[in-house]
């Protein structure tokens, strides 16, 4: 458990170098003209169009998956022997009931229910605004030759920060490492608002990077108070709770666009709505910051939480 920094810094820095290989594999192969030189450097007369390889990040997305499922299918329980197919009915209602318990304990432990809260925060906003990047690199006037370099350049900061949220989180408060991440976020939603061409990528970094802090400190902190016989399922929790935060607002952004597409008349609508409606992000992570923030503080200085995490 004490390990569990270094594990995290390496973990998400093998993540960022796969992220790198993924984006620039993906970037080559979705490219008919760059894959037409290569059909012809080899000797291969094929010609290619945008619809067929298009089609092709998919393919090789699909091949990684069967490779994965196979791997996950060839674990075990640790020394049962014998794969997960084994498992009996009174297994199977464990494995409920411990669950059960691990929702129990973090509704109960006002520290645990706080990290998640916030990390579903950070997360959701974050995650919308990498969803529409590619929009946001168009509004900044960046060519779309490049995006695919730009995410292998965003997978480069997982090489960097890793080590640096490692030393925050081991010598620093978890407060520490909330505000620096809520920096960090306001400071690049409020600039990207702002859609400055080019030097707009500067503020997109920012954001990203906080994404990064976030997965960091979250998953550090939750190990730091959780019991190792259900950090696992916590863990399970957290994730669950981020892709539910993450639809939540993809929802309420396609009904915000909906609604401020029937007042616009223009050509160019999506790009004129997005850039309308882009400001409500860092104004809806601040209110909600700081929601979260008073109503956190209020739980965690109770005298019940306080003896709870002593």
Known sequence: ADQ????LEVLMRFQSIGFILAMSIGAAIYDP?????????????????QETTMRFPLYL???????????????EE??????????????????????????????KTPFALSVILFGMLFDGIIRMIITLSSQYYRMIELPESTFGIIGSFVAMLGLIIPKMAKKIAENRPPSDALWITAGLTTAGLVAMSFF?????????????????????????????????????????????????????LGILYALLLRIKKQGIDSEHV????????????????LIWFFILLIICLLWLNRPSSLSQEE
């Open 196 to 248: 400055w061409s080019y030097a707009g990528l500067i503020p997109a970094l920012i954001t990203f990077s906080a994404m990064y802090f976030t997965g960091f400190f979250v998953s550090f902190h939750i190990n730091q108070i959780t019991s190792s016989d259900q950090r696992a399922t916590v863990l399970s929790f957290k994730g669950l709770s981020y892709n539910i935060s993450y639809g939540v």
């Open 78 to 107: 640790p020394g049962s022997g014998s794969s997960a197919s084994g498992f009996e009915t009174k297994q199977i209602r464990q494995a409920f009931g411990l669950t059960l318990k691990a929702g129990l304990w973090i509704l």
């Open 270 to 285: 999506e790009n004129a709505v997005f850039v309308d409606t882009f400001s409500w992000f860092p104004i809806t992570f």
């Open 4 to 7: 569990w920094g270094r594990v």
């Open 61 to 75: 997305t699909f091949i990684l998956a069967v490779f994965a499922s196979i791997t996950t299918l060839r674990m």
């Open 33 to 49: 003209v760059l894959l037409g030189k290569m059909c012809q450097f080899l000797g291969l007369a094929v010609t290619l169009s």
